[in-house]
């Protein structure tokens, strides 16, 4: 009994977590940043390098399963929407759902998918789902400005609509 004490007795450092599991160092984020918007950078130029409509996708895809939708739940099905144009509805859902749905299973995958970087270099393993998020932010902001220019011809035609002040700091709201 008096032998095992003495080992464990020897031991010159013990290793333990700097941080809790949930924290998230912004410092160090902060530091890479630049690598953070290389890869913002290096995903927004491969995501469509080699289609023949390009960054174009980003307003083609929103535009046609909005109208899609109309069609059937709208048309077909004969869904109401509470007074609001079936078209904006589902273009609003169909913006947010892409994104959530864009991030979620992008993020998911993104450890195995650059497994090699992660070996040869260090920076903070959050900068890559990070990386991924922000990406998806930028296509979200693009779709939203074809929501707002569909808002306004709504408006300008007569839908009726009240704006809350909650909705308009939104993103201000949540940080």
Known sequence: MNEIEHIEEKWLFEIKPKNNFFSLNLKEIWQYRDLLLLFVKRDIVTVYKQTILGPLWYLIQPLFTSVIFTIIFNTIADIQTGGIPPFLFNLSGIIVWNYFT????????????????????????IIMPLSIVITNLVKLGIQFLIFIGFYIYYAMNGMESSISYVLLFFLFWYC
Do not use: Q
């Not at 970087?117 to 920076?123: A, C, L, N």
């Open 102 to 125: 864009t991030c979620l299973t992008e993020t998911s995958d993104t450890f195995k998918k650059n497994a090699a970087i992660f070996g040869k270099v260090y920076f903070p393993r």
